[in-house]
């Protein structure tokens, strides 16, 4: 087993929930390495802030840190996210381009969009596949990875047509929304694209239910204010809606 499918064992064991602490030889004897190159790859992600090191194992560095699966998180708040994706999709008018963001949030406004006379180019293969085959909707299809199980695109072909294209619209849906961190991303070349879409769209729709608010992960993405408008629900902090609409920001509870 190479070293980045260990790796990935090893976040794949903290993401399940099963145990708080993955010991280095539970890890050794499922992945077939050495301890002491398991202890190698435990050092290698906690350099990179996603686990920290204890003895005998690791743990999750942040709550942020380790991704909640796609299929687990998509069972989450279902109501307030199709909400949400209904007004940020009654933001975009007829003919806009609009760049739409990984993310179960970001699969429910595809849905809202299917039908309307707009383009859109999705940046995870779940929301286009909920379009491609839309007769009124344009997709365009930009390059890159697909992260596994997420099916985010990443990586420097999803940047260079990031950046050889402009938008109307960005929607964006974070892993942690903070009126101090700002919008915050688990995946470091997740957190680059969504860095890469904002800049290039002449509006920034920030979709995140009350869930993700106060949430902080390891990447930062941009400021709170950044963001022209906040899509979010009731359950989210009135002092902190209060504090970004202070800093003029739109704030919508759907």
């Not at 003919?95 to 849905?111: K, Q, Y």
């Not at 006379?117 to 390059?143: E, F, I, K, N």
């Not at 929607?171 to 915050?184: I, Q, W």
């Not at 070349?189 to 769209?201: F, T, Y």
């Amino acid at each position: 087993m190479r070293a980045d499918e260990r790796r990935q064992v090893i976040l794949a064991a903290l993401r399940a929930g099963t145990v708080e602490v993955v010991e280095v030889s539970a890890l050794a004897a499922r992945t077939g390495a050495s301890e002491m190159t398991v202890r190698r790859d435990l050092d290698a992600l906690a350099a990179t802030g996603l686990v920290r090191r204890v003895h005998g194992g690791a743990v999750a560095a942040l709550p942020g840190a380790v991704e909640v699966p796609f299929a687990e998180r998509a069972r989450d708040a279902t109501g307030a996210k199709r909400r949400i994706a209904a007004a940020a999709a009654a933001m975009v008018d007829d003919g806009e381009a609009v760049v739409l963001d990984s993310g179960t949030t970001a699969v429910e406004v595809a849905r809202a969009l299917r039908g309307r006379p707009v383009t859109v180019m999705p940046l995870s293969v779940h929301a286009a596949r909920v379009l491609l085959d839309d007769p009124v909707t344009r997709v365009l299809l930009p390059g890159g990875e697909p992260r596994p199980g997420e099916l985010a695109l990443v990586g420097p072909l999803t940047l260079a047509s990031l950046r050889a294209l402009r938008f109307d619209v960005a929607l964006l849906s974070p892993c942690g929304f903070d009126t101090t961190a700002g919008l915050t991303a688990v995946d470091l070349a997740d957190a680059q694209v969504k860095q890469e879409a904002a800049a290039a769209a002449r509006r920034v729709l920030v979709a995140a239910d009350g869930g993700k608010w106060g949430q902080v992960a390891l990447a930062r993405v941009f400021p709170a204010d950044t963001a022209h408008a906040v899509l979010t629900d009731a359950t989210a902090p009135a002092p902190d809606r209060a504090e970004l609409q202070e800093r003029g920001v739109t704030v919508r509870v759907c």
